[in-house]
């Protein structure tokens, strides 16, 4: 007899999905309190929601290689349908058009890019930020009404949430050795979902919070599932900086390194601010 | 009496759809030979010609912001159709989803984000690379078989395309100034093939050629409309280097410079490659 076993992490519950009845591709899902950021849910709960669609897509070819989730509009509290279509399936890679509804209004648009990888010659042409040991950096973590940021354990190297003393700053950098609360393995979803725990980098230049939204999210995936595994729940070292701000919008480069110097992923992002 | 004028410059050509009657949002394009690439059309017209289908579309909501276009299949010479689709309307923003397909099949994916902008506090935090004037700089193009190289005036400061005498290189940063040839002002769909200019970097680090593709193209817009038609005919500043090559994939991030030192647009893209 098969045992269903109910997801017990938080990331779990909150990217869990059900197979809609006779609608091939479509997923039931619900936000969730833990996840919940200023409005609707945060940007990398739904990026690894839409993810895992695909994940568990009884089509899907290989490993993911890139995802671009666009914002369309606020997610409400309460349940979502996901639905994933191949677009195009070729011997090696897949593509995939994926979008999130509630009430049959789109909340998110995404792409992804599946397939398989093989050995190849490998470099990694840029370096990890200088960084102590994650066990030699304080935890320290946002204010506490922000939720879903009580999923993380993070340690800032440089670039922490602005206080009112330390005003604006020059430069937009953040880097902080940072992993699932409680600990959890690395998979493909939770490194999607680290890739938006920066917050909007305008906090930083500008020394003070203000209204601002991720409005496309990019990921391209060098990890294949061994390196992920190799992981285990150990904390990744995470940095992002922004390169223009301008007319309401500034756009995000950020890289994600394993405990052990490999580059896991790079992720791109446009925002929104109002100043 | 209205007059139709068909567009005579190569660009214009290789952009140009016709609008499908009794179909909204659909257009029909061509192929065009100056724009051929090894296989296929170049990468950079392919997506300027989604972003063209958006911005001709009758409800269409301000300038573009971001762009993103999987390359999922090879796109034969000849007839194909473009589909683009609002998914979400905003006050301010606007999401699309595109395809482009032949005989029904879908070649290629994108989505892209439009809007208003307003002014705001800017900043760019990063600086452009080092260049002489672009007058300074000799002109140098491609191989004469890649034939959409001919459609741009490029003059490399760093990183030309690689020779048997040169060989490999330890960094794969190729930075030069480019324009369309003749000459055209700058718009977006331009700007958005321009994002695709550069030559696979790992051309560059292997100092040979070897099969590659772009799978994935994201473009962030910095420049308004203002901002684009100051750079007229004038060659920008374009720099691109590659992060992390394995497993038969790497990534690419550049940008593109005016030639008064304001900051277009920043482009990232997943490429695939053999060794």
Known sequence: MTQI???????????ELSPELGAPG???????????????????????????????????????????????????????????????TNRS????????AQDGVVTTTATAVFGNRRDTWASTEIEAPPAPPADDVAAAGFPDFIAW???YEMRFVAGELPTPEAGGQPDSTTTMWVRDAPPRALDFPAL?????????????????????????????????????????DDAVLATAR??????GYFDQSGEIWGHD??????????VYFKD
């Open 5 to 15: 076993v109910a997801p017990t992490h938080p990331f779990d519950v909150a990217v």
């Open 26 to 88: 479509v997923f039931l899902g619900h936000t969730s309190p833990a996840y919940a950021n200023m409005v609707g849910p945060f940007g990398g709960i739904t990026a690894a929601t839409l993810l895992r669609a695909v994940l568990q897509h009884p089509e899907r070819l290989g490993d993911p290689l890139s995802l671009t989730v666009n914002f369309a509009g606020p997610i409400a509290d309460g349940a979502f349908e996901v639905s994933a279509r191949p677009t195009r």
């Open 93 to 100: 890679t897949q593509h995939w058009s994926i979008e999130l």
């Open 149 to 151: 940021a009580r999923n």
């Open 192 to 232: 999607t979902s680290l890739c938006d725990v920066f917050y909007p980098r305008a906090f930083l230049r500008l020394g003070r919070y203000l209204p601002a939204g991720t409005v496309s999210l990019t990921v391209y995936f060098h990890a294949d599932a061994t390196l992920l595994a190799a992981q285990a």
């Open 242 to 247: 922004a390169q223009r701000f301008g007319k």
């Open 261 to 270: 110097g490999a580059l896991l992923a790079t992720t791109h992002q446009l």
